[in-house]
C-alpha cells in the first residue's frame, strides 16, 4: 500500500539513524504486520492489539507532528 510506504518511508528518513534501540526493535515488530492494518493503525482509525504495536505507531506519527 504506497500511502503506508510514504509513511513509514519518511519515518526512516528522518529518524532511524538516530532512534535508540528499543525505538528499533518497536519499528521491527511494525513492520511485520500488514499493510491494511497499518493503514488502519496509521490514520487512526482502529487501535494497534498490542501495546508495544500501539507505542510503534505512536513513534512513527510523533515523527510526522502527529501527536495524541
Not at 528518513?13 to 497499518?38: F, G, T, W
Request: hydrophobic residues 45%; proline residues 3%; negative net charge.
Amino acid at each position: 500500500m504506497w500511502e503506508v510506504d510514504i509513511i513509514l518511508g519518511s519515518f526512516v528518513d528522518k529518524c532511524l539513524q538516530s532512534a535508540p534501540e528499543a525505538d528499533l526493535r518497536l519499528y521491527r515488530d511494525l513492520l511485520a504486520e500488514e499493510d491494511q492494518d497499518l493503514f488502519l493503525w496509521l490514520t487512526r482509525r482502529a487501535v494497534a492489539p498490542t501495546e508495544n504495536l500501539q507505542a510503534s505507531v505512536e513513534l512513527v506519527l510523533r515523527a510526522h507532528g502527529i501527536r495524541g
